[in-house]
């Protein structure tokens, strides 16, 4: 249920932590969420609960693209992120052919490479086509 209640924060949080990296905001399903660590922060009385999950982040059919680590503190009246760590990824090899486009040109040269080739051969096919 936490995790559920969480995933639109954890939505946001990797749409800027992986800007960088890709054309596109990679998408958070609840079962690719592990939950690392749970407490309850003032004792059993508290609704104050400090909570620690472990994410792997996909793109497209369900390419990982990554594992993240997050920390929340959840009070009754807020959702507050207390530490985020970006551990791995996005990795080349883990990416299909068809889907290196995914990767920015500055994060992977050989997408770059790939999307120069393949502007290259769509304009020759136009081209062949006139």
Not at 3 to 20: C, E, G, H, I
Not at 52 to 67: D, M, Y
Not at 78 to 85: A, D, I, N, R
Not at 100 to 108: E, I, V
């Amino acid at each position: 249920m936490l995790v559920l209640q969480l995933l639109p924060y954890m939505n946001d949080r990797l749409k800027t932590a992986y800007f960088s990296l890709l054309i596109t905001s990679p998408q958070l399903y609840p079962y690719l969420v592990q939950v690392e660590h749970i407490e309850r922060v003032n004792g059993f009385r508290s609704f104050g609960f400090r909570i620690t999950l472990r994410a792997f982040p996909t793109v497209g059919p369900h390419i990982s693209v990554g594992e993240d680590l997050f920390t929340y503190r959840i009070s009754s009246s807020q959702v507050e992120l207390v530490e985020y760590k970006h551990i791995k990824g996005p990795e080349v090899h883990g990416f299909p052919p068809n889907y290196l486009d995914m990767l920015r040109k500055d994060t992977n040269e050989a997408a770059f490479f790939t999307n120069l080739l393949e502007l290259w051969r769509v304009s020759l096919y136009n081209m062949t086509r006139i």
